[in-house]
């Protein structure tokens, strides 16, 4: 899933450690987050959507997202 962590983070100025102490989990995630690799619970995007002073929504482009999986669901029919 798409997400605006790794581009909200670094205007903030801010490395993925300090992101990940914030938000209580390890740079692991953060990196992986900000790769796609992994999708944050809905808990950890909220935590991080604080931090940013964002909303979840736009935190994980939720719109793009379910417009995507929308097209890619109607490639099957």
Known sequence: MKTRVKELRTQAGMTQ?????LVRVS??????????????SLML????AEVFGVSVEELCCLKENKELEDREY????
């Open 17 to 21: 450690q300090q992101l990940a102490d």
């Open 27 to 40: 740079s692991r995630t953060i990196i992986s987050i900000e790769k796609e690799q992994y999708n944050p």
């Open 45 to 48: 995007a909220y935590r991080m």
């Open 74 to 77: 109607e490639s099957l029919q």
